[in-house]
C-alpha cells in the first residue's frame, strides 16, 4: 500500500476530489482531521513589523491595559 498526500485550496475542491477518488478500485480515501501547527520561529517572524509606524509608547500600552474594568 502506498500513501498520497494532497493538498487543496478549500472545501467545495475537496470533496470533488474526494468523491472522484472514491469511484476508482483499489483507492481508500481517508480525511486527516489533524490540524497544522504553525512553526514558532515563522510566528515570530510574521510578527516583525506590526508596530511600524505607530506611535505608543510602553507607558501607554501598560496604561490602556490597566484601565480595563470588569463587567
Excluded: P
Excluded at 469511484?23 to 497544522?36: A, C, L, M, S
Amino acid at each position: 500500500m502506498q500513501t498520497l498526500k494532497v493538498t487543496v485550496n478549500d472545501d467545495r475542491t475537496k470533496q470533488i476530489l474526494i468523491s472522484m477518488l472514491k469511484t476508482i478500485d483499489g483507492v481508500q480515501v481517508q480525511e486527516n482531521k489533524q490540524v497544522e501547527h504553525r512553526n514558532a520561529e515563522n510566528a515570530l517572524i510574521e510578527l516583525c513589523g506590526i508596530w511600524k509606524g505607530r506611535d505608543a509608547s510602553i507607558i501607554d500600552i501598560r496604561k490602556k491595559a490597566w484601565e480595563r474594568t470588569v463587567k
